[in-house]
């Protein structure tokens, strides 16, 4: 009996898979580009100099190129990868930013070596599961980088505050991070934002942590992400913006989108979130959902 069920695909072509994603990406980006009010996640990717001569344009012709297995694009792509895998190794080490020693970079630049050998695109579902991994990598890598910077102000966002004034574990965690950075002179103003009573339970434990009130914003209608860069923006100026680190990639996302001048600095855990697996998980679908919908 003839067997005609499709050959396995070869291991070369799976190993190509988190480039054609990576293309993939690329070209979707420029898609939405036309919508108004969108902004682009490509230089999360391939952060290109800014003033560079087609800038914009070049993320959309590196999938194309990719796609095409372009022998001189993709090696153009790899180059820029690893030129910043470089650059965030080189800060890493002077104490500029702290974070995982691997970078988003680093794994972009060793994607894109198979596509160089690998003439035949990989299969659609290995594409989308690479999608899934890219998304992955990113809210993992970039939220466990700590940008502290001076600014402006510092934004805390919310989490859970239980009824009778306690903070949850999140919410504790959250807020003496902001604290120590206002202690060590990051910014003048602390800003708790968060839905019902999270930005006065965040507000008791600064006081008592001997900030003075005369340094503290509330604001009460930071129900979401959205709504907390939205006050932000307001208000205007550069931000240090804290939260968990896989809350960290969205917030960085939405305030490019909105123009906000604004770094991310991870939350410290003395102890891991016992959900965390479901927070990340949860959170490449909302960076996703966001990506999509929210202008």
């Known amino acids: 009996m003839t067997d005609l069920s499709p050959p396995p695909p070869r291991p070369g072509r799976l190993w190509a898979s988190l480039a054609d994603a990576v293309a993939v990406f690329l070209l979707l980006d420029a898609a ?5 009010g969108h902004g682009s996640i490509a230089f999360v990717f391939f952060h290109l100099p800014r003033g560079l001569p087609l800038r914009e344009a070049l993320p959309a012709a590196l999938g194309v190129g990719v796609l095409l297995r372009c022998r001189p694009a993709i090696a153009a792509g790899l180059a820029v990868a690893a030129g910043n895998a470089v650059t965030y190794a080189s800060l890493r080490a002077a104490g500029a930013v702290a974070g995982w020693p691997v970078s988003l970079s680093a794994l972009l630049a060793m994607a894109l070596v198979p596509p160089l050998f690998v003439r035949r695109r990989a ?3 290995a594409v989308v599961a690479a999608m899934g991994l890219l998304v992955l990598a990113h809210v993992l890598t970039f939220g466990h980088t700590d940008y502290r910077r001076p600014a402006d ?10 009824a009778d004034g306690t903070p949850s574990q999140a919410l504790r965690d959250r807020t003496r991070t902001g604290i120590e950075l206002y202690r060590q002179g990051y910014a003048d103003e602390l800003i708790f934002s968060g839905g019902g009573s999270e930005p006065a339970v965040m507000r008791t434990l600064a006081l008592r942590h001997g900030v003075p009130d005369a340094a503290i ?5 930071g129900v979401n992400t959205a709504a907390t860069l939205r006050f932000v923006r307001a208000r205007g100026g ?3 913006a804290v939260s968990h680190s896989f809350h960290n990639a969205r917030i960085k996302m939405l305030a490019e989108r909105l123009g906000i001048d604004l770094a991310t600095v991870p939350a410290h855990e003395p102890v891991p979130l016992t959900a965390e697996p479901y927070y990340v998980a949860r959170e490449c679908a909302a ?3 966001y ?3 929210v202008r």
């Open 32 to 36: 939405l580009g036309v919508l108004p």
């Open 153 to 162: 102000a510092i934004v805390v966002f919310g989490a859970r505050a239980y």
């Open 217 to 221: 914003v509330l604001d009460p209608h």
């Open 291 to 293: 990506y999509l919908t």
């Open 123 to 125: 299969p659609a579902g």
């Open 287 to 289: 960076i996703a959902a």
């Open 238 to 240: 550069a931000v240090l």
